[in-house]
């Protein structure tokens, strides 16, 4: 059963008030994310309140600066998800709008998280800010929530071998094809879930049809071929290898994700799938034949299987 996901803008449900609330953007959930939300989950069960992970929608980046660049690291739908693995109770979605952008510190405590929500503590990393113009910060929030009976407590940064775990070192892990190192941050291989869409066929045709996939707004990792897992609904787990990219023997050039799923010969059109990077095998390239193209592509499915330690067929 999945957990319910609430916004911000509307009433708690009195069932859920009195909650610890893991307060952030948690965007790629990682090691860092996890430590805050793990403080807020461990602190509503010792007093017996509801627990709540948060998180913002859209990100405040694209808010401020929407001409950047797709950097997103998981879809609402998948953080639903992780936060209940962590063992919350409920997540909730702060829409990010002028609206939330111009409220106060002030009132983002004390009309917000006390008033509406019935917060009755709250965890944050040590620097996180709120209100407009990040006007407050974590002495703010501690002070504000004091003054009306809210608790806050902050979780310092995770770090490994002298380096902050952090969604920015996630997201150049990615386009530099280190899957390795991203793996290791986020606790599991990074995933694009989407619904798989039409294509010209051109892998059917060459006897490796895939499932293609629009990246739509998350992160566009390095350009190549990887060694990949699905997800496929049902909860069926498969072994493949996808090309993520756009595609430079084919024209016209569209950026996909095309996933070519070993030994399964199901329709998956329309549905929805997720797909998980596991090894970076080499960047795109362009084939003069489609026998080049195909020799390349058997190759790349047995490294592939290797890697994964799927069974040869």
Known sequence: MTIPRLDARAPMPESLRGAIIALGNFDGFHRGHQAVAGEAISWAWAEGR??????????????????TPPFRLTTLGQRQELFEAAGADAMLVFHFDGALAATTAEDFVLELLIRRLGAAGVVTGEDFTFGKGRGGNVPILAELGS?????????????????????????????????????????????????????AKLGRSIGYPTANLSLGSYLRPAYGIYAVTGLLPGGQIVHG??????????????ELLEPYFFDFSGDLYGQEIEVALHHYLRPEAKFDTLEELTAQMEADCLQARALLGAAQG
């Open 50 to 67: 509801p627990a709540i992970i948060a998180t913002f929608d859209p990100h405040p980046v694209r808010h401020f600066a929407p001409q």
């Open 147 to 199: 003054s009306a009976g809210m608790q806050a407590r902050a979780v310092g940064a995770v770090s490994e071998h002298g380096e902050v775990v952090s969604s920015s070192r996630i997201r150049e892990a990615l386009k530099t094809g280190d899957c390795g190192t991203a793996t290791h941050l986020l606790t599991r291989p990074f995933a694009i879930r989407g619904t798989v869409e039409h294509g």
């Open 241 to 254: 290898a996808a090309n993520l990219g756009i595609r430079p023997s084919f024209d016209p050039p569209i």
